[in-house]
């Protein structure tokens, strides 16, 4: 698909919110614009997105594993962890430091 045809497709999903599921049975209706959409935290391990165009959709968190991503398109795709991911460390961090206090004091 030329550049010009992918500008006149209109990004539907662009910044909305979808699960895992959702973006599957859309997929399989023959769905393949995925421009934009947020998949934070959504599991695809082991499904067929072949062809699929993740463009500046924001997949943190998102696990592609053994999945078939042939021809799948992830152009500035926001990737990486979650936010949450540094809350929780601290969080356990806290924790930590509070038994090893107490262990301390004893």
């Known amino acids: 698909m030329s550049n010009e045809e992918q500008q006149i497709i209109p ?3 662009f910044n909305k919110s979808l ?6 049975r859309l997929y399989e209706s023959g769905e393949r614009n995925f421009r934009g959409v947020k998949l934070k ?14 463009t500046k959709a924001n997949i943190r968190g998102a696990n592609f594993y053994d999945s078939d ?8 795709a926001k990737t990486g962890r979650t936010g949450s991911f540094g809350l929780v460390l601290f969080f356990k961090l806290v924790i930590f430091l509070c038994v090893w206090k107490l262990k301390i004091k004893k």
Do not use: R
């Open 69 to 76: 991503l042939k021809n799948t398109h992830f152009q500035k």
């Open 41 to 54: 935290n959504q599991s695809f391990k082991g499904q067929n997105l072949s062809g699929a165009d993740f």
């Open 19 to 24: 699960t895992a599921n959702q973006v599957l």
């Open 11 to 13: 990004d539907k999903y």
